[in-house]
């Protein structure tokens, strides 16, 4: 692209669609207002939803959601990184471009852009329980798991283990929060997700009557070990659904009671527990779905 990198190193010139910050005089446009309150979960989540955006973190998380299809609203860039990303803006004339030096890009965001690259790109309308299950085979279910960084690190198993899709109960966290998407490494963009609605017993009936075997992963008094010959008929359905349970309190009592199977990690006497994405990552792989040429 013409213009990135030429003349002065330290006043490049512009680019198309490039709008240059240098102070924070220049943080009033309102393009930029997906770009505010980054650090705060809560207030983003109110925020990505007025704006119907997402915002994707990172040179690679910003070309896999592309590569997904995501459509782009604008970017914002580190000066640093302006002629690294020269091609993802050629490739996407009319998007608008915002660079600037650290600091002003700090002002806005409120963190050290450290990774250099943001994009907002319109959320994809939410899709239906149904939709997420057609044709899957292994299922994953996040009761109420809160924590983005839990989420995101899930996601990221769930893809490299092959699991079809994932349901979230209304709870749980946002898999298109920015840090949720850049923990799983925009494999989110990769999976089949959905939000239940209702009491979780229900949608676990429906998964029974969709064939799925349903299972929760859980320390409980009845559980039957990871590696235990009875849990065979869980490790081989041919659909298996599986709940992941919040952190701290686990699984609830309801939806214990209204799956097939609980399964245990075995750990060692005095040893509580994992955290839920180690643990995930642990039953993901010995529960994923068998295929007869593997
Ligand atoms: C951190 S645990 C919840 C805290 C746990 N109830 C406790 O008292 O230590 C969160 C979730 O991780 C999963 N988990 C963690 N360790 C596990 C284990 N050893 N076996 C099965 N599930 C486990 C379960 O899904 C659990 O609901």
Known sequence: MSGIGSGAAEDPAPFPGEVRLRTTADL????????????????????????????????????????????????????????????????????????????????????????GALAAMDRPAPRSVTDVLAGARRVLIAEDLVDHTNLGAVVRSAVALGWDALLLTPRAADPLYRRAIRVSMGTVFRLSWARTDGPLEDVLRSLRAAGFATAALEVTDRALGLDAPGLEPIRTADRLALVLGQEGPGVRPETLAAVDAHVVIPMPEGVDSLNVAAAAAVALWELRARRADR
């Open 28 to 115: 009033a446009d309102p393009r930029l207002a997906p770009y505010t309150t980054l650090t705060d979960a809560a207030l983003r989540r109110d925020a990505d939803a007025a704006h119907g955006v997402f915002l994707a973190e990172s040179s690679p998380v910003v070309r896999r959601a592309l590569d997904a299809g995501h459509t782009p609203r604008s970017f914002l860039l580190g000066d640093r990184y302006r002629e690294t990303f020269a091609d993802v803006i050629a490739a996407h004339p009319g998007v608008p471009v915002f660079t600037g030096p650290d600091q002003v890009l700090t002002a806005l965001t409120g963190f050290h852009l450290h990774r």
